[in-house]
C-alpha cells in the first residue's frame, strides 16, 4: 500500500507541553550520552513529549545520518513518551522520500515548515503540506514560522489544509493575533504556542499546548502552567507565569539556543558548544542566566 492510499492516519492529541531539545556537542560530534541523559531528566518533569531535530536542537548543522542518530538516542531515553521530528527543505521529492525513511521510526508525528528561501504561491504551500502528509504514516504539525522560512501561511490557508486528516496542529509562530484566534476557534488543527512569550496568552485563548524551549529549564513550572491554563484557572497561572517570564525574555536575548545552552552548560549538562555560524552567549547573557534562572556559582 502507497502512503497516500494508507487509511487516514490516527489522531494524535498533540496537547500539553513539549519540549524542543538542543543537540548538545562534544569536541564537534553530538555528545549522546548528554542528550539522553537530558531527555530522562526532562521525561520525569511531566512534559507530555519531545521534538528532535528541531530549529532549537540545530538540525539544519546536521547531516542526514546524524538527524537519525538524534533521533534514535532521544527515543531510546523518552521513557515512553511521544517524540515529533522536525524536518525541512526545499526540495519537495528530496523531502517525501525523507519522510519516507522516517516512517520507520516510532514517531507521534513530524513538525513541518513551510520550504525555506524559494518563498512559494498560496496554492504551493498547499502543495507542499498535502503532498508531505500524503506520503506520511503519522500526523503532521504544521509549522508557521515566516522569520525563518520566509513563507507565510495564510488564514485561509491553514484552514484548508486543516481538512487534510494527517494535517492535525500547527506550531504557531506566525505573530498574527487574528490568525491564531480563528484557528482556535475552528478548532480543527490543535494550536500549540511556538513562541514562548506568546504561551500564557495562546493557552488563555484556548489553545492546546506549547513547543517550548525555555522549558528546558524549570520544567515542571512550566507544566504546572500549561496545566492551569487549559484547566482555565488564571489565578493560579498569573503568578507563575509573572515568576517565569524574565527566564523567558533572557532565553531569547540573543539567537536560541545559544542562551539556552550557556545556562545548561553552567548546570552542568552539557558543553557549551555550538555548530558554526551560531556562537555561544555572551559572557554578560550567560551571567545575567545565570541570575535570572537562580543557578548558585560553582
Not at 67 to 85: E, F, H, I, K, R
Not at 205 to 224: E, K, M, R, Y
Request: hydrophobic share 50%.
Amino acid at each position: 500500500m502507497t502512503p497516500a492510499s494508507r487509511p487516514a492516519s490516527h489522531r494524535t492529541d498533540f496537547s500539553g507541553l513539549w519540549i524542543p531539545l538542543v543537540t548538545p556537542f562534544c569536541d564537534g560530534a553530538i555528545d549522546h550520552t548528554a542528550l539522553a541523559a537530558m531527555t530522562s531528566r526532562l521525561a520525569q518533569q511531566g512534559v507530555t513529549g519531545f521534538v528532535a531535530c528541531g530549529s532549537t536542537g540545530e538540525a539544519a548543522a546536521l547531516d542526514k545520518a546524524e538527524q537519525l542518530a538524534v533521533l534514535d538516542t532521544v527515543l531510546a531515553a523518552a521513557q515512553g513518551l511521544p517524540v515529533v521530528m522536525g524536518l525541512s527543505g526545499y526540495h519537495l521529492g528530496h523531502t517525501v522520500e525523507w519522510v519516507q525513511t522516517l516512517a520507520r521510526r516510532p514517531l507521534a508525528g513530524l513538525l513541518v515548515p513551510p520550504p525555506h528561501y524559494i518563498r512559494p504561491s498560496q496554492a504551493g504551500l498547499v502543495q507542499w503540506f498535502t503532498t508531505l502528509a500524503d506520503a506520511s504514516a503519522v500526523p503532521l504539525i504544521v509549522y508557521d514560522i515566516p522569520y525563518r522560512t520566509g513563507a507565510v501561511l495564510d488564514t485561509a490557508t491553514l484552514l484548508q489544509l486543516a481538512a487534510h486528516p494527517r494535517i492535525q496542529a500547527v506550531k504557531d509562530c506566525g505573530g498574527q493575533p487574528a490568525k491564531t484566534q480563528a484557528l482556535i476557534a475552528d478548532g480543527r488543527l490543535q494550536v500549540l504556542a511556538g513562541e514562548d512569550a506568546q504561551m500564557f496568552s495562546t493557552l488563555a485563548l484556548g489553545g492546546a499546548g506549547a513547543i517550548a524551549a525555555s522549558a528546558h529549564w524549570q520544567a515542571a513550572d512550566f507544566v504546572a502552567l500549561v496545566g492551569q491554563l487549559r484547566a482555565g484557572d488564571l489565578q493560579a497561572a498569573r503568578p507563575l507565569w509573572q515568576r517565569l517570564q524574565p527566564w523567558v525574555e533572557a532565553c531569547f536575548a540573543e539567537p536560541n539556543p545559544a542562551p539556552l545552552k550557556a545556562l545548561l552548560a553552567q548546570a552542568g549538562w552539557m558543553h557549551d558548544t555550538l555548530r558554526p555560524p551560531m556562537q555561544p552567549a555572551t559572557p554578560a547573557l550567560a551571567e545575567r542566566l545565570r541570575a535570572v534562572a537562580g543557578l548558585s556559582r560553582p
